[in-house]
């Protein structure tokens, strides 16, 4: 289905769906940029939703992968050139509706004519194509057909009835019960999208060269040319490189890391690999071609095919979840040679994307964003990119955690996520070139050398603008507040002071900012930003509408920042005045109690990404606030209402249903309703002592009482007094922690008389709790069984 856009002449674009196991809607479009007169600095978005059957907008079922919603209906996702929605297919929408967002000098909505939005009936064009059809043939490449092929594969039978060679560890004595020649390892996976298959077998074992023959099985006009784009890797997940010589029927891609073989009538293409530097595995894409278009094919999954080449490598394919997901991170911080800031955020993004987030995942990106944010990882190692594509993956990466978190169901894997964004800056796509033209203006207005043109040479000047133009990140934000101090002080150790109380870097941290897209035009043999400065007051109020920019693009994470970024988005203007009396009164003991209704009013709004970052950072707020507090001073009514407000801080936090029906009963045994404990008047009456808070308690059929948290004082008295309000069973009241969780329970009769002696009476044995993570533990008959991992608290 072709389009057009509302007084756009040249700019137009097409939508075409490919049904099969995954519904994906791929709409394209084009001209856009010429319409509009932009430069290069343009982001596009597509703004859709799903159509329902009364006409309005209406949320999808799932979000497609790269997807993000943006409100309670629509939902974005980026479109430079084109973009894919993929539903499976028993939650594909029967219709979605769209415009088109640009980014690019202000905002560009782009509508059908007569300034209506686009409708796309899903139905009826997955009815119109073949179900499996390519999205490349549109009619002009001929019907699509599975390519025919021989029955047998002459290649592959002589690699395995090839004789090993007369060097090869195969031939000599055999080993009893051991075949020798070669061996045959088969392996396949489908095409995204559900349309086709591609299959292969690996032939090892001569002693000479590794035979890998791939087999593609894809409906295609006649026409068209199908392509493997593949790449050698060390071990399954790594970078991609070329073959350590080059293999028969390929030709180099010409990025120096993909290789390029046609398949022999879009069906099959084998390679051969010496065996001596054969690489670990190869992975690979599909590229198809025909007169009318072009397509890049993946995995059903949306990554690479990846193929064990040599047997040591085997085992690497064939990983689960979350042994993929931790692969992935270790390849890439430990063993990739061009890693930086930007691809961790890319990578970071890919599997927040998906429609449904593990623990392991979760867990492995909390871990690595929070090690990277700590500096405990690099974030320069010899690989550039633009200010604009880290301002824009900043802006994209924030969006998605707030989808992510909103979607997720697990309250262990929504904790791990919530770690994650105090890690990740708000980021602002809209100053990324600003960046750029900035530092270049401010050199050029005062006359400060650049490259070959003369000027005044201040070799910190020089090299910080070449990191800002191949390296830029929020590290900068710390920089340029350190050249201010120097600014105003003349002395250079005020800048790397201020550095490293800002941001934690080191005089040796920023001599290695030299990584990547440094040049030494001075001559002067610096290295990275681990120079002085030449002390230039003149620039002082120039630099100090730069650090704004920086600040807008890859800061905006205070608490400040994040109460003006939340403006209009609120729930209500009550919550807007909330927050900011919040911010005032920070500090205060007193604002516990603010942060706790505040937080309660953002609940709705948590969807949105800057209302999650408030979120975030209200809580952090909170712990700080709390831990400063002094216990020790507190009263016995302090510290049970101090214990009520960090219980309903972390229920904010955790959405646990558990943890909601723990504290109503905490509720109801501090006030004493429905029939429950008054935990007041036990305690006095029992000389016990309340360190952390009883949780819950139900008085009923089976007579226990249930903690979270640790009682303290006269365990002893509290238990005989709590058996003395069940009816005095002659049963045992036994003692068992499992996960921070205290149980009582009525069990035997030797275990409660020891229970409800003094300490003395009971032969000196006393009845010590811990708190036990991850092991339950027992006490019985005044002894402690099993094992307390934690101190005693």
């Not at 009936?121 to 001929?142: F, S, T, Y």
């Not at 909170?622 to 219980?647: K, P």
């Not at 009582?744 to 008389?753: K, N, Q």
Request: charged share 25%.
């Amino acid at each position: 289905m072709d389009f057009h856009f509302d007084g756009l002449g040249e700019a137009s674009g097409r939508v075409e769906v490919i049904a099969g196991d995954l519904v994906s809607i791929k709409v394209q479009v084009r001209g856009i940029r010429r319409s509009l007169h932009l430069g290069n600095d343009v982001g596009c978005e597509l703004h859709w939703a799903c159509l329902d059957e009364a006409g309005g907008w209406s949320a999808p079922l799932v979000q497609p992968p790269g997807s993000r919603a943006v409100d309670p209906v629509a939902s974005r996702i980026e479109c430079k050139f084109d973009a894919v929605l993929a539903f499976p297919k028993d939650k594909a929408p029967k219709a979605i509706v769209f415009v088109v967002l640009v980014h690019g000098g202000g905002e560009h909505w782009l509508k059908a004519p007569g300034q209506q939005d686009f409708v796309v009936k899903v139905d009826e064009l997955a009815q119109q194509a073949p179900p499996a059809a390519m999205a490349i043939a549109g009619g002009a490449g001929g019907p699509s057909r599975v390519a025919e092929r021989a029955a047998e594969w002459p290649e592959m039978q002589a690699a395995l009835a090839a004789k090993p060679a007369a060097d090869s560890p195969a031939k000599g004595k055999k080993k009893k019960g051991v075949k020798s020649g070669p061996t045959a390892t088969k392996g396949g996976a489908d095409v995204e999208g559900g349309m086709g298959k591609v299959e292969w077998t690996t032939v090892r074992g001569d002693g000479v060269s590794i035979y890998v023959f791939v087999e593609a099985r894809l409906p295609l006009p006649e026409g068209a040319k199908l392509f493997l784009h593949l790449g050698c890797q060390a071990s399954a997940g790594s970078e991609w490189e070329l073959p350590a010589e080059p293999l028969e029927g390929t030709v180099p891609f010409g990025d120096g890391k993909a290789t390029r073989a046609e398949l022999l009538g879009q069906a099959r293409i084998a390679l051969r690999f010496p065996e001596k530097t054969a690489p670990g595995a190869i992975a690979f894409v599909l590229y198809a071609a025909t007169a009318s278009g072009e397509q890049w094919l993946k995995s059903s999954g949306g990554g690479d095919f990846c193929i064990a080449i040599t047997e040591g490598a085997a085992a690497t394919v064939a990983m689960g979840p979350g042994e993929e997901v931790a692969k992935a991170f270790c390849d890439a911080e430990t063993k990739y040679s061009h890693w930086s800031q930007f691809q961790r955020y890319c990578l970071v993004k890919d599997y927040m994307s998906k429609p449904e987030l593990s623990q392991a995942e979760a867990a492995w990106i909390a871990c690595d964003l929070r090690l990277a944010n700590a500096k405990a990882l690099e974030w320069y190692r010899q690989r550039g990119y633009q200010p604009k594509d880290m301002a824009h993956v900043q802006e994209a990466l924030g969006g998605v955690l707030a989808t992510c978190v909103a979607n997720v169901k697990t309250p262990i894997v929504r904790a791990l996520l919530r770690m994650c964004v105090l890690a990740c800056p708000r980021g602002n796509a809209s100053g990324g070139d600003a960046i750029r033209h900035g530092i270049l203006n401010i050199m050029r207005n005062h006359g400060i050398r650049e490259g070959h043109r003369p000027g005044i040479e201040c070799k910190f000047i020089e090299q910080w603008h070449q990191k800002l133009h191949t390296n830029s990140a929020p590290d900068d934000i710390a920089i340029c507040e350190g050249y201010l101090a120097f600014l105003g002080s003349g002395n250079p150790d005020d800048l790397f002071r201020t550095v490293w109380e800002r941001a934690g870097i080191t005089r040796e941290d920023l001599a290695k900012m030299a990584g990547c897209g440094f040049k030494d035009h001075t001559k002067s043999g610096a290295k990275g930003l681990n120079v002085n400065p030449v002390h230039l007051p003149q620039l002082y109020n120039d630099m100090q509408g730069y650090l704004g920019l920086l600040k807008h693009v890859h800061g905006g994470s205070g608490l400040f920042e994040l109460c003006e970024a939340c403006k209009g988005q609120f729930p209500d203007h009550s919550a807007e005045c909330l927050a900011f009396e919040v911010f005032h009164e920070r500090d205060s003991p007193f604002v516990l109690g603010k942060i706790l209704d505040l937080r309660g009013k953002l609940e709705s709004a948590l969807w949105k990404r800057d209302i999650l970052m408030l979120d975030v950072q209200l809580e952090d707020q909170f712990r700080m606030v709390a831990e400063r507090s002094d216990w020790g001073g507190m009263g016995r009514d302090d510290l049970i209402n101090t214990l009520i407000c960090m219980l309903r801080d972390l229920r904010l936090s955790r959405r646990d249903a558990s943890l909601d029906q723990g504290l109503d009963l905490l509720l109801r045994l501090l006030l004493g309703l429905e029939g429950g404990l008054c935990l007041r008047r036990l305690l006095c009456l029992h000389g016990g002592e309340l360190r952390s808070g009883l949780l819950r308690v139900d008085i009923g059929e089976t007579h226990r009482l249930l903690f979270r948290g640790l009682v303290g004082g006269r365990v002893g008295h509290l238990v005989a007094g709590l058996h003395d309000v069940v009816g005095r069973r002659r049963r045992d009241l036994g003692v068992a922690i499992c996960d921070a969780h205290v149980r009582l329970d009525l069990v035997d009769a030797d275990a409660d008389l020891l229970l409800r002696l003094p300490p003395a009476a009971a032969g000196g044995r006393r009845c010590g709790l811990r708190r036990s993570v991850g092991s339950d533990l027992v006490v019985r008959r005044g002894r402690r069984c099993g094992s307390g991992l934690d101190a005693i608290l």
